[in-house]
T-cell receptor, first 113, second 116 residues
């Protein structure tokens, strides 16, 4: 049972374009929604995160949009660069269960020069 | 600061063999986690620990055991390896909660395990 669904599975964007990755969750007890970035041969690293009491958070070229009523959130990468080529994972956490993260399936992003 | 260190980085086992994966963190984190990563399935939590001497099951605990005898170390054991356990294993650690946005999990670079 996948509690966090992520799409698309893969995404190809031209340099300078906008990359958009979407996630949907089922459990309304989730209280923290991070995005992780993973390069080949490395572990995931936190990119940006949001709480459900705000609808948007922006850090540089990366923005999370959050729709609590629809139980959906998305990552937008503005002015995408070849260096952004990586696998991106959305996740959701329940604070009351050991701060456990439930991950989406991942999106492999390729930014062409 | 090394962060989260996993050993070994690669290993090939035969079906039925046993082995232990070691995770060490030098950030004084209370929480530690073991995940497995398989293509198209994201990362799935195997076991986790909220403190020295405590462990709990995650989403996919069957076939694995863990121990947290010291705060900085979290061991993952495979008693009788099966081909279905071929995967990339990641360890992560974090502080206990206490900030508005929680505490990020810091990941090691993984152990690539193949079971023939």
């Amino acid at each position: 049972q996948q509690q966090v669904k992520q799409s698309p599975q893969s995404l190809i964007v031209q340099k300078g374009g906008i990359s958009i990755i979407n996630c949907a969750y089922e459990n309304t007890a989730f209280d923290y929604f991070p995005w992780y970035q993973q390069f080949p041969g490395k572990g995931p690293a936190l990119l940006i995160a949001i709480r459900p009491d705000v609808s948007e958070k922006k850090e540089g070229r990366f923005t999370i949009s959050f729709n609590k009523s629809a139980k959906q959130f998305s990552l937008h990468i503005m002015d995408s660069q070849p260096g952004d080529s990586a696998t991106y994972f959305c996740a959701a956490r329940r604070e009351t269960s050991g701060s456990r993260l439930t991950f989406g399936e991942g999106t492999q992003l390729t930014v062409n020069p | 600061n090394a962060g989260v260190t996993q050993t070994p980085k690669f290993r090939v086992l035969k079906t039925g063999q046993s082995m232990t994966l070691l995770c060490a963190q030098d950030m004084n984190h209370e929480y530690m986690y073991w995940y497995r990563q398989d293509p198209g399935m994201g990362l799935r939590l195997i076991h986790y620990s909220v403190g020295e001497g405590t462990t709990a099951k995650g989403e996919v605990p069957d076939g694995y055991n863990v121990s947290r005898l010291k705060k900085q170390n979290f061991l993952l054991g495979l008693e009788s390896a099966a081909p279905s356990q071929t995967s990339v294993y990641f360890c992560a650690s974090s502080y206990r909660l206490g900030t508005p946005l929680g505490q990020p999990q810091h990941f090691g670079d993984g152990t690539r395990l193949s079971i023939l």
